[in-house]
């Protein structure tokens, strides 16, 4: 809440914080109506009796946190968010990831990605939870900021939602632009601190080189990092068009333990979309070809994914070769398929 949204008789001062002590509360020292005063012993006292809030989906959701996952296009950060949505609203852990909920939470789920065709063709068949409540707009609805946050809010509200995923955060403004960035997620924030609610915000990232993943690679992210409690980002492993890797960027609260080394996954079909863990490696390691992939490796490893008609820029993204190189190879694979 802003510091200068409460006002009593011309002074402002701090809100009482949102959680309840477990105890009587201390009265403060002084009648100083802009601080909140405590003795450091008091302050670590109640410190100790707030709740240790609960990890949702292993230590990269963690409750009343907003946080960010991102990544490039096409490497399933939105499969991997609704997942995460689909874990919380059955309160289940599952694939290898864990869960400290022992019951399913209401989540509504901001889907401004997917059309119904791409939705069924990605999860049909696949057993969802009614506490998963799917939010769209139509198309050809104009709205502000505003207005989708007022209008989330009443749902959220009439719902009982406890976690609130928002796919994709680009819908809401232009991420490009720091400021209005830092004003969607002081937004969110807000809505946040008045609900009561956990947030996961997904976002894109225009990053297409081989080199890890950092915070900076998030739009906006020297004010927007100050502002969001954790984030994580959904990378590509070179050489395997199934596997993904999952890094840790910010925790404010949960464990970090995909830092370095970062969890492998791997992009499964059966069941629906999703991904399942695999193991951990080291980053830099995932971010280029084996040691002992010699030349016709690469060469057939181009050939197949031209063949499944990913463009040489994408085979650039998947492989980890140059632009140019990988139409090279496929020219050169072209003339030896005609020679055949």
Not at 101 to 125: C, H, I, M, W
Not at 149 to 159: G, Q, V
Not at 178 to 207: F, Q
Not at 216 to 230: P, T, Y
Request: hydrophobic share 35%; net charge positive; proline share 3%.
């Amino acid at each position: 809440m802003d510091l200068h949204s409460m006002n009593n008789g011309g002074m402002t001062y701090w809100p009482e914080p949102p959680y309840t002590l477990n105890r009587k509360q201390e009265k403060p020292k002084t009648d100083n109506l802009f601080f909140r005063v405590r003795t450091a012993k008091t302050r670590l006292e109640d410190s100790i009796q707030i709740e240790k809030p609960k990890q949702l989906f292993d230590c990269f959701v963690v409750e009343g946190e907003v946080t960010v996952l991102f990544a490039p296009t096409n490497v399933g950060k939105s499969i991997l968010a609704l997942q995460i949505a689909d874990s919380i609203s059955r309160g289940k852990s599952e694939y290898g990831f864990g869960t400290e909920l022992t019951k399913g939470q209401n989540v509504a789920y901001v889907d401004l990605e997917n059309t119904d065709p791409q939705f069924a063709g990605r999860y049909s068949g696949h057993k969802f939870s009614d506490k998963l409540k799917m939010l769209e707009v139509p198309a050809g609805v104009e709205y502000t900021t505003e207005q989708l946050l007022s209008h989330l809010k009443d749902f959220i509200r009439k719902e009982k939602c406890k976690v609130l995923v928002f796919d994709n955060i680009s819908f809401m403004g232009n991420l490009q632009s720091a400021n209005e960035a830092m004003s969607i997620i002081k937004a969110l924030r807000g809505l946040r601190d008045e609900l009561g609610i956990t947030i996961l915000v997904v976002a894109h990232t225009n990053k297409k080189d081989n080199k890890p993943m950092t915070i900076n690679d998030l739009a906006g992210s020297a004010k927007v990092g100050n502002l969001i409690d954790a984030a994580f980002a959904l990378g590509r492993v070179i050489g395997d068009t199934g596997l993904r890797y999952i890094k840790q960027l910010k925790s404010r609260s949960g464990e970090k333990k995909y830092e370095d080394p970062v969890m492998v996954v791997e992009l499964v079909k059966e069941n629906g979309l999703h991904f399942e863990f695999r193991n951990t490696g080291i980053e830099q390691n995932l971010l280029k070809l084996p040691k002992d992939t010699d030349e016709e490796e690469v060469y057939q490893l181009v050939w197949n994914l031209y063949k499944q008609g990913l463009s040489c820029r994408k085979i650039e993204s998947e492989l980890g070769v140059s632009k140019s190189k990988a139409n090279n190879i496929v020219n050169t694979m072209k003339r030896r398929a005609e020679a055949s």
